[in-house]
């Protein structure tokens, strides 16, 4: 399966990457949940360390905004990521030349609805 990096990972069941870190878990993924909250989501620690090393990293999936992720954008690509998703509001020209540059695939979707469709 995909180990998947949940970048914004939330422990609020009212946000869209808490219910990311459950799907991705019941499609039986790896996840890996990041962001800025010491907290726990789908019984992981969230990681808030960006110098913590992540290896073999398929998928970064994500849902922090535009204007939140350049402080990111060095965590992400040293990720070495097969591919990234822009969930809906998180669509960044900058990061995804950057991505494209590095030969990161990058995808404008929705990971539930990608995980719904068996398209993930």
């Known amino acids: 399966m995909k180990k998947t990096v949940v970048l914004g990972a939330s422990d609020n069941p009212m946000r ?8 991705l878990q019941q499609h039986g993924h790896e996840v ?12 992981k620690k969230i990681i808030t360390d960006k ?11 994500l849902y922090v905004g535009p204007r939140n992720q350049p402080v990111w954008y060095d965590y992400i690509l040293n990720l070495k990521p097969k591919r990234i998703i822009f969930n809906p509001g998180t669509e960044n ?5 950057m991505a494209q540059e590095a030969d990161i695939e990058t995808l404008h979707h929705c990971t539930l609805v990608m995980l719904a469709s068996s398209s993930y």
């Open 93 to 97: 020209p900058e990061l995804e030349q």
């Open 32 to 43: 890996v949940p990041v962001g800025i909250k010491n907290a726990e989501v789908g019984g």
């Open 16 to 23: 869209y990457a808490y219910k990311a870190v459950h799907r």
């Open 51 to 61: 110098t913590e090393p992540i290896e073999d990293v398929d998928t970064v999936t």
